[in-house]
C-alpha cells in the first residue's frame, strides 16, 4: 500500500509528481452526481456573458521543492460551466498569459457525457483562450455584457492568480457594478488579488462568508495520501481569513454558499451544486434587467 500512496513521477518535468493511485481511487469518480438541469427556462437574449478566468499553470512547487503536476480540475471548471451555458450564458475563456488552460486530465470524469460533452465544445476555447488584459477593457466597460467572473479550482490557482493585477481589476469591476463573483474549491486564491497594493482593511472581501478546500486537508490527509507532493507553501484559508474573510466549512461535503454575489463552494463535491445556483443566480439577474 506504501507504493500506491507515493506520489507519481511526472516524466515531463524535473522533480515533478501527479497525485498517488491510492489517492485517485479516493478523490476522483468517473461520473459525477449531475442529475441534470434545474432552472426553467433558459436565457436566449443572446447578449448577456461570464467571463472564466481560468489558471494557465502546470506546476506547483512544494516547501520541499517537489513540483505538483496539476491544473484547473476539471469537475470543479466544466460543472459549473455546464449548468451556466446550458441557462443560455456565452462563457468566455480568459488566462492571465493568453496560454492555454491546464486540466488535471487525471480528474476528468471519462464516463460522465455530459461534462465530457462541454469538454469537447469548450476545446477550442480552452486551447485559445483569450489573454485577460487584453479583454479587460471590455469586461469592465460601462455596458458590459458581463455578468459576473468565474475561477475553477484546482492547485493550479494558488500559482499567478493570487497576484495578479489584472484578476485585481476583475474584482474590483465585479465589486463595484453589482456583478457576480462564482469560484470554488482553490479557486478563491483569485481572491487575494483584490489585496495587492491595499491596506489590509480595504479588501472587499473582508466581513465576506465564504467555502474553500480546508487547510487542515492540504497540510494532512492530501500529503499523506500522496495527492501532493509535500506541504504548501502557504494555505489559502489561513490567508483568506487574515484579511477577514470568515471560512464556513472545516471539511468538505458539497457545502455552496452565497453572500450578496459571491458564489462559492467547498470542492470537487460542490461542484454541482455551485453551477445550479449559479444558474439560477444569473437567470435571476437578467430577469430583473428586463
Known amino acids: 500500500m506504501t507504493d500506491l500512496k507515493s506520489p507519481v513521477t511526472d516524466r515531463a518535468e524535473h522533480n515533478a509528481f ?26 436566449t437574449g443572446g447578449k448577456h456573458k461570464v467571463l472564466m478566468v481560468a489558471s494557465d ?5 512544494m516547501k520541499n521543492g517537489k513540483l505538483f503536476s496539476t491544473g484547473n480540475h476539471p469537475v470543479e ?6 449548468h451556466i451555458h446550458h441557462a443560455g450564458f456565452e462563457i468566455e475563456v480568459a488566462t492571465l498569459s493568453g496560454n492555454s488552460v491546464k486540466f488535471e486530465m487525471w480528474a476528468m470524469p471519462t464516463e460522465d457525457k455530459a461534462v465530457t460533452g462541454l469538454y469537447e465544445t469548450y476545446l477550442p476555447k480552452f486551447k485559445n483562450p483569450h489573454k485577460l488584459a487584453d479583454i479587460l477593457a471590455e469586461v469592465t466597460a460601462e455596458d458590459s455584457p458581463y455578468l459576473g467572473v468565474l475561477i475553477p479550482g484546482g492547485h493550479a490557482a494558488l500559482h499567478g492568480l493570487p497576484f495578479s493585477t489584472d484578476m485585481k481589476a476583475v474584482l474590483n469591476w465585479a465589486f463595484k457594478n453589482d456583478k457576480y463573483i462564482i469560484s470554488l474549491c482553490h479557486g478563491p486564491a483569485a481572491f487575494l488579488a483584490a489585496s495587492v497594493g491595499e491596506k489590509q ?35 489559502l484559508a489561513e490567508r483568506l481569513e487574515a484579511l477577514g474573510v470568515k471560512v464556513l466549512n472545516e471539511g468538505i461535503t458539497g457545502q455552496v454558499n452565497k453572500d450578496r454575489n459571491v458564489l ?10 455551485l453551477g445550479i445556483l449559479a444558474a439560477d443566480e444569473l437567470l435571476k439577474k437578467v430577469g430583473s434587467l428586463g
Open 201 to 235: 482593511e480595504d479588501f472587499p472581501f473582508k466581513g465576506y462568508e465564504i467555502c474553500v478546500f480546508p487547510d487542515a486537508l492540504d497540510e494532512g490527509a492530501n500529503v499523506d495520501i500522496g495527492y501532493i507532493p509535500g506541504k504548501l507553501q502557504w494555505l
Open 18 to 43: 501527479f497525485p498517488s493511485e491510492y489517492s485517485l481511487s479516493q478523490y476522483v469518480a468517473k461520473k459525477t452526481d449531475f442529475d441534470g438541469f434545474k432552472f426553467d427556462k433558459p436565457y
Open 57 to 61: 499553470e502546470r506546476y506547483l512547487e
Open 77 to 82: 471548471t466544466l460543472l459549473p460551466m455546464l
Open 264 to 273: 462559492t463552494g467547498d470542492s470537487p463535491l460542490a461542484s454541482n451544486n
